[in-house]
DNA sequence: ATTAGTTATGCAACCGATTGCGTAAAAAAA
DNA sequence: TTTTTTTACGCAATCGGTTGCATAACTAAT
């Protein structure tokens, strides 16, 4: 009882034609409402299901929306996605997801498969190592919508949804030094990526506000991956100032850090002070519950996806919306608390 | 110049049919090397790329594995879908991901749209609700291959891969009971689901095995969602007996557990020791470190993959294998250690 | 009754690659 | 040289919907 039902197949038991059958499952208003009622039925009856190869071949479009993102297994990405799938799922898009592990290669290499797969829109955050965009501008010569989220890149026609992040790391430092932190290290993520750049800009600003100098002791750039704290733990050690204040693009990241502090005998926040980024989960379970940036990424992920699929539904014109910044906010826990 | 391309473009170029073309690109014995050679050559020349729609359609197949998750934004989870793309993405697959959010009715829904999308076969880790299997026998009456990961079913033909709960259950039961408790609570997921459910049969069966009596009180059914933990801490503390161990299934879990029955004025381990599940990243944040099991997501993630993949390939035959285990842990850390 | 205007449907040409079957040409065997 | 085999390729059908254009049937207007 399962072969494949074909439209042919309904036309033949209904005496009408396939285009006539076509037409009536798709709600085209040129059929009557009564054979699209006998269509219909008869379709339910027959279990027929529209075969997706044949109609995406026909129609060039396979209502599917292509995700790249640097990992899959991080909080962060997989709320955002999380995000995604709930909206695109709701209105029947499908998801291809694939991670570029940070490679420029795996990315290029994604992008591809991606738009030979002939997804309808692309969905991107920029892995650490790319430098070169020409595996995008396929899509965007193409016409195929592209937008960049999280660690965006500024192409023309590609809408990006991000934070604020220089105005983020301004913050961040300000409060910091507002806790009356002056000797102040930033460890951020790979500056070619615009979000790291962004914060430690923000960083450096709110230094240079407080008449606070900065040097390039002031900022060590990592991959903030968690297996190298101990690199990032010795240059805090061996640091010829005494520093007071961390402020860490990952909340992850600044866990592990006082984790290790807190074995080499600092205390936190005694000692130095530290805010994170994110707002991930660890932030609230690591003792001192740690400061951090709450970005929203389950909202990132929601509004990727309406912004995507407006756009494909031709509701909007993304081209017209270069960048969305979402809201985000500073949250004072006990990292930063200031001493007696 | 980016008109699409065809194979009968290239066919009309190099004076040859359209068939020679595609038999050329797919590498078929029956082609001459040297116009094998000559087809690749003015492939990449004209910037071709095949079709997906088209050699979909004409295939009935799609390269594509379907995946449905309970949720993506879980850090286990995200690992095994980490380790599920890196192995489809190596040879060529693409992954349709999409959620359950917990619920029969959308885990319906996606599977049907997954099949409706004609993906190759469908990894599965189930909803906590689901009781009903009916949308997933539509794979295997069509010969789909189907795969359980984690939340797994027993249906015919159908392998599935996990840890032996069981025997994990078990173990951290021992586990508590070695380091000195006797009055223990297990906060169980839903045990309609067999991965908890066989969790708890393991830490029945321990209770058993030390001669320590069971009832109803020693088990907590709850769906491990944090922010239900105050009902749970006041389960814990309108105890009759006061409870000194607790294993949960779920390390975020319990850690949330921790940070509020610290805040409560209970030291752990003095009052309470505390075993967890999942080997999750703030287990090791979390003070005192969380004493869990190690499940290894990422590992599974890869043996899915590689498994569908293979069968896929007919490399093996998956229905001859049917049920994979892999080596959990027990890992000893300070949330169960002895106090004097 | 005739013309104009709707409405509901069918025809047939796509979409682009795949593949079973047939055959000309070239190589090997007789 | 003739026959048999092999090699290399082309023909044409197929996969299952979609859609522009034509048309028959019916209603409305003149």
Redesign the pocket.
């Known amino acids: 009882m399962d072969k ?6 309904l ?1 033949a038991l209904l ?12 709600n ?9 009622k006998r269509i219909h039925t008869i379709a339910k009856e027959q279990g ?4 997706k ?3 995406n ?4 479009k396979s209502n599917t929306i292509g995700v790249i993102v640097p990992r899959l297994d991080s909080y962060f990405m997989s709320t955002v996605l999380a995000g995604i799938e709930q909206v695109a799922n709701k209105v029947g898009y499908n998801l291809i997801i694939s991670q570029s592990l940070e490679s420029e290669e795996k990315e290029k290499i994604n992008a591809r498969t991606l738009l030979n797969s002939g997804v309808d829109a692309l969905l991107v955050s920029l892995a650490n190592e790319t430098k070169d965009y020409e595996h995008l501008k396929n899509y965007t010569s193409r016409k195929i919508p592209l937008l960049f989220f999280d660690r965006v890149f500024n192409l023309p026609n590609c809408p990006t949804i991000l934070i604020d992040n220089r105005a983020a790391g301004y913050e961040a430092t300000t409060h910091l030094i507002s806790q009356g932190c002056s000797n102040l290290l930033h460890i951020s993520g790979r500056l070619n990526r615009s979000v790291y750049k962004e914060r430690f800009e923000g960083y450096k600003e709110a230094l240079q506000a407080h008449n606070i100098p900065f040097d390039d002791t002031n900022l060590l750039e990592t991959d903030l991956d968690s297996t190298k704290i101990k690199t990032t733990i010795e240059y805090i050690k061996n640091s010829n100032v005494k520093i007071d204040g961390l402020f860490i693009s990952s909340d992850n990241y600044a866990a592990n850090c006082i984790k290790e502090l807190q074995k080499q005998g600092y205390q936190i926040p005694r000692d130095i002070k530290i805010i994170g980024f994110n707002n991930d989960p660890v932030s609230e379970i690591i003792s001192p519950n740690l400061s951090t940036i709450e970005y929203p990424g389950h909202k990132m992920g929601v509004l990727a996806g309406e912004s995507i699929i407006a756009h494909l539904n031709g509701t909007i014109n993304l081209q017209s919306t270069n960048s969305i910044l979402l809201r985000h906010q500073l949250l004072e826990r006990e990292s930063t608390q200031k001493t007696i």
Chains 1, 2 share one sequence.
């Open positions: 494949k039902v074909t439209i042919y197949d036309a005496k009408v034609s396939p285009a006539t059958v076509s037409r009536g499952l798709n085209h208003p040129s059929i009557s409402d009564s054979t699209k027929y299901r529209t075969n190869f044949a109609a071949l026909s129609k060039q």
